[in-house]
């Protein structure tokens, strides 16, 4: 009986996506472009010749991937591989690592592994791309939108019509607020203060965004934190790390609110709960605190390991890193739901077609 229900949700959830896909603007995008910024959770294959230990492109990372490993940190595909399907794009958003062949009027995806709102964030498993450095890309790719389109506002006018994702803050805390003996973050900062801090951060970085034509934008909140795998241990969370997760969640939400309302005119911004989405028991996950993947200390699949058959029934990939079972789940439900518990104001169908609440 259960077999039969888990078949009927992933059924259904197969034929919701495609009829997504169709009436998205006929057979066209919904968007003109895609841009992403954010961390491992969205990089496409950024980090795989930097000098840093936060790499995935070897098995079993992309098994289930049409080419095989690519950088991505799932077996699959990451959610932002199913929002373009979801879009219309005919194509991946490419790493700006690797443009080669690549039309960047489709978009580009800057998220690194390991990288943080912070400069310093992760740099203690090697070189990332942080936010700000992302940031620095992204001009440089404006600038070459602004050749090809014949100047800088007729590239702006072109950017204001795309769609921004920005998924990014866990190693933050992660790669820096919990790791005490390195950094002194959490010597510096109550979890309050340090929410604080990381938003303003991040709004400055969001207001710069906008200066280049980002007018629809997508943040996405923090998961919990202390029941990943990696510090699942005997059963518990550690609900400490949970808590100035969530801190966070409410100061980004609250940025989101803020930018709707006065702060950056013409802009329209809605806040993504995944943490809602992934672990939400009706989405029919066997496995929700465990890696499918043997992992190392740093919750990362071991070098061409053995994963676990089942991989649709796990959230987690590995000790970190969501399973694609868990990103369509969390792209197709922030695309379309209706619950302001899970995207706030609106979902993303609705941003991309100027409906805001």
């Given at each position: 009986?259960a077999c039969e229900i888990k078949a009927w949700l992933v059924l259904s959830l197969v034929l919701m996506v495609a009829c997504m896909q169709h009436s998205v603007l006929g057979n066209s995008q919904a968007v003109p472009c895609l841009f992403v910024f954010g961390d491992s959770l969205a990089d496409s294959g950024n980090n795989n010749n ?5 790499k995935a492109n070897f098995l079993p990372y992309g098994i289930d991937f049409p080419t095989g490993p690519t950088g991505r940190y799932t077996n699959g595909l990451n959610p932002i591989d199913k929002l373009a399907q979801i879009l219309g794009f005919e194509k991946f958003i490419p790493p700006f690592a690797n443009l080669s062949g690549s ?255």
């Amino acid at each position: 009986m259960a077999c039969e229900i888990k078949a009927w949700l992933v059924l259904s959830l197969v034929l919701m996506v495609a009829c997504m896909q169709h009436s998205v603007l006929g057979n066209s995008q919904a968007v003109p472009c895609l841009f992403v910024f954010g961390d491992s959770l969205a990089d496409s294959g950024n980090n795989n010749n930097l000098p840093t230990l936060s790499k995935a492109n070897f098995l079993p990372y992309g098994i289930d991937f049409p080419t095989g490993p690519t950088g991505r940190y799932t077996n699959g595909l990451n959610p932002i591989d199913k929002l373009a399907q979801i879009l219309g794009f005919e194509k991946f958003i490419p790493p700006f690592a690797n443009l080669s062949g690549s039309d960047i009027l489709k978009g580009v995806n800057y998220a690194s592994g390991s990288a943080g709102i912070r400069q310093e964030t992760g740099t203690n498993l090697g070189t990332n791309v942080n936010m700000g450095l992302q940031l620095q890309h992204h001009r440089t790719i404006v600038s070459q939108i602004s050749t090809k389109l014949g100047g800088f506002h007729k590239a702006v006018n072109y950017l204001t019509q795309c769609l921004y994702y920005v998924y990014i803050g866990t190693n933050d805390y992660e790669q820096n607020y919990f790791l005490p003996d390195l950094f002194n973050t959490s010597r510096t900062y109550t979890p309050e203060q340090y929410a604080k801090v990381l938003t303003h951060q991040l709004s400055h970085y969001l207001k710069a965004l906008h200066h280049v034509g980002a007018r629809k934008t997508v943040v996405v909140s923090l998961d919990r934190l202390g029941c990943i795998p990696k510090v699942f241990v005997n059963g518990s969370c550690i609900e400490k790390q949970n808590a100035a997760a969530f801190l966070f969640n409410d100061q980004l939400k609250s940025l989101v609110d803020r930018f709707n309302k006065k702060t950056l005119k013409g802009s329209k911004f809605i806040f993504i709960n995944s943490t809602a989405i992934i672990h939400d028991k009706s989405n029919g996950f066997k496995f929700t605190n465990a890696p499918c993947c043997t992992t190392n200390e740093r919750g990362k699949c071991i070098l061409n390991g053995t994963p676990c058959q089942n991989r649709t029934e796990y959230v987690f990939w590995d000790g970190i890193h969501t399973s694609e079972a868990a990103n369509i789940v969390t792209a197709t439900i922030s695309y379309s739901t209706s619950d302001s518990a899970i995207a706030h104001p609106t979902n993303i169908k609705h941003l991309v077609h100027d409906i805001l609440k």
